[in-house]
């Protein structure tokens, strides 16, 4: 029996991948994917066809953007590991040293005050990324709860409970249960600009919404918010490619 080719009248190749806050079937292009269809979670993927041929017209513009990109700066680089780590909220650079090994898995091991230790088969992408995921996971939830705790006490707005994550486009946020979640990769951000981050998430804590009231108690807290708005836009765009 032939094995069956659940979507062969889709009118591209795409890669399909599933997201708990995606309201509606999204698309994206990029070098490192190409085409890629994010569905909400429990969405039928036979909807995807019929989407791709409504946008095709779309699609096939950001194709040839992106065709257009390779041809003048060629094929993205090859995996490489970082020669150094900087997480500018702390004020921490750390020098890379890599071991390579035999074993599977990937660890990093902090080796004195300003060494990290990469060991493993460190020539495997995702299993390096894997790591160095988990790492600055550690680290944010070392540095980044006793950073809004003082931030709380400053502005007098207190949440219940925070948790650390890894999310792919938004920095932090509030739940009407008062729990606040932040990104981990607040730490690639300045201090004034995580802390910034910190303010709009404790000021939620008040206003849920970014009414007019949110933004005037923003701006007691934080007179600049503005600017770092302005900054923040661009920033998902300069993180270093092991943490996007
Ligand atoms: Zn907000």
Same mark, same amino acid.
């Given at each position: 029996? $032939?094995?069956?080719?659940?979507?062969?009248?889709?009118?591209?190749?795409?890669?399909?991948?599933?997201?708990?806050?995606?309201?509606?079937?999204?698309?994206?292009?990029?070098? $490192?994917?190409?085409?890629?269809?994010?569905?909400?979670?429990?969405?039928?993927?036979?909807?995807?066809?019929?989407?791709?041929?409504?946008?095709? @017209?779309?699609?096939?513009?950001?194709?040839?953007?992106?065709?257009?990109?390779?041809?003048?700066?060629?094929?993205?680089?090859?995996? $490489?590991?970082?020669?150094?780590?900087?997480?500018?909220?702390?004020?921490?650079?750390?020098?890379?040293?890599?071991?390579?090994?035999?074993?599977?898995?990937?660890?990093?091991?902090?080796?004195?005050?300003?060494?990290?230790?990469?060991?493993?088969?460190?020539?495997?992408?995702?299993?390096?990324?894997?790591?160095?995921?988990?790492?600055?996971?550690? $680290?944010?939830?070392?540095?980044?709860?006793?950073?809004?705790?003082?931030?709380?006490?400053?502005?007098?707005?207190?949440?219940?409970?925070?948790?650390?994550?890894?999310?792919?486009?938004?920095?932090?946020?509030?739940?009407?249960?008062?729990?606040?979640?932040?990104?981990?990769?607040?730490?690639?951000?300045?201090?004034?600009?995580?802390?910034?981050?910190?303010?709009?998430?404790?000021?939620?804590?008040?206003?849920?919404?970014?009414? @007019? @009231?949110?933004?005037?108690?923003?701006?007691?807290?934080?007179?600049?918010? @503005?600017?770092?708005?302005?900054?923040?836009?661009?920033?998902?765009?300069?993180?270093?490619?092991?943490?996007?």
């Amino acid at each position: 029996m $032939q094995p069956e080719l659940p979507f062969a009248d889709a009118p591209f190749a795409y890669r399909l991948r599933e997201s708990a806050r995606a309201r509606c079937v999204g698309l994206r292009v990029t070098l $490192q994917h190409g085409l890629e269809v994010v569905l909400p979670r429990g969405c039928d993927p036979a909807v995807v066809p019929g989407v791709l041929r409504r946008k095709q @017209r779309w699609i096939r513009a950001a194709l040839d953007r992106m065709a257009a990109h390779l041809k003048l700066f060629g094929p993205p680089q090859p995996w $490489q590991l970082p020669a150094q780590i900087e997480l500018p909220a702390i004020g921490r650079v750390w020098r890379v040293e890599a071991v390579e090994t035999a074993s599977r898995r990937v660890i990093v091991r902090e080796a004195g005050a300003d060494c990290l230790r990469i060991i493993g088969r460190i020539s495997n992408e995702k299993a390096c990324r894997a790591a160095l995921a988990r790492w600055l996971l550690a $680290q944010a939830r070392e540095h980044l709860p006793p950073r809004l705790h003082a931030v709380s006490e400053r502005t007098e707005l207190h949440c219940q409970r925070v948790s650390i994550r890894q999310q792919r486009s938004r920095w932090g946020s509030c739940s009407r249960h008062k729990t606040i979640s932040l990104n981990a990769k607040l730490l690639f951000l300045s201090p004034a600009l995580a802390d910034y981050i910190l303010v709009h998430e404790l000021c939620h804590l008040a206003e849920m919404n970014h009414s @007019r @009231r949110f933004w005037v108690l923003v701006a007691k807290h934080c007179p600049d918010y @503005r600017h770092a708005n302005r900054q923040l836009r661009d920033m998902w765009k300069h993180l270093p490619r092991w943490a996007s």
